[in-house]
């Protein structure tokens, strides 16, 4: 085999296994990457973003399509022949090529292997869906998912009839990243070229079209459908090798080779990943995973207690981290104030709690004001955070209704 298709091999391995690894890893107790369906929580490096955290979504939305521009502008389909799950998936299932030239029983025995794997990678993808806690569960015994078995079968079978009578037609026709390619090809873009100054040596052997994997003849010049696999590059060096030369086809940044990675659309495609990268980090780790609110508890009138004037309120807490949050809260700039029953509350992981609670000031304080406007200090006492909400404090009634 020559190096190109070992090259693809040890990548192929390499991302077979991080596929399989990445939905079991944790930090912190939150996944490294999946995207929870039971509470449409994204984990992304072990951070928890609700599907309502619109910015640090969007944010990472954008970085993945600039992303995707900088390279498909730059080196063209190489995503598509080396990283696509769909190509890896070929490969891995390539002893099906020739299934229509096996004897009977290797086909039975082809398509019962097929099945099998194309089984193993639905499940590989419903993990990144479901908790792999839930997932294995799910499957077996007494937590037994309909739901979850049913997904597993309906996708696992989409996979197989993919894997048999679909294969790399996928990649040269319906695959709308293989259009979006062929509108940002430009002259400069990396692709697998028959090199012009050895075309008059090709000996005409079709080794090269033999074994393209979207069976194209990339001797007739650049084709939308090529996957840059280089497959053709190995093929014709193997050929040419008994020659004494070496391959007719190489990766070229266009016809001509001339690399120029300062053109403009290189340069705002990386631009705007890298200013999408920067702002997804910023928002994402500066986004809060207890979410409070401060509203008036309108069963409670405002009335006078002793010497003082009492307000009821309701604080609501939405914690979406894994571990339980212990909350204060207290008044700011004011002395001369009690919160009743409670002023700590410990809320519990992925939890929502309502806590109430009722603010009483001193009489004097009030008189003479009909709303006081107070700032309450919310400490997130376990992960030392604070905020600041504005409350407004009635002055309350007195007996025949009127404001004292
Ligand atoms: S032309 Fe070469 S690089 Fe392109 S898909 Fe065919 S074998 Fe792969
Ligand atoms: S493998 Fe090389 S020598 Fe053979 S047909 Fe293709 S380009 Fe020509």
Redesign the pocket.
Known sequence: MSNFQSYRRVVRIFLIVTAIVLPFIKINGNHLLIFDIYTFEFHIFGLVLQINQFLPLLALALFITFLFLYITVTFGRIWCGWLCPQSVSMEVTSFMDKFSKNAISIKVLKLILVYFISLLIAANILLYFIPYEIFFKSLTGEHFSRGIFISLMVLGTLLFLNFWLVRYRFCATVCPYSMLQSMLFDKHTLAVW?IPETRDE????????KVCSTGIDI?QGQNSACINCAKCID??AD??AKKGKKS??AYRFGENNIKNFTRFSSIVSMFLAIVSFVVFILVAFNTKNVQVEVIPYKKFLPRYVGDFAANGFILVVENSDNVNKKIKIELRDMTEYEITPDSMFEVGADSKKDFTFFIKIKKNIVEGKPILNLKMRILNITDNKEEIKDLSFRRPFDSKGKKQ
């Open positions: 028959m090709c000996i005409k052997c079709m080794a090269c079209v001797r093929a014709c050929v040419m007719l086809f």
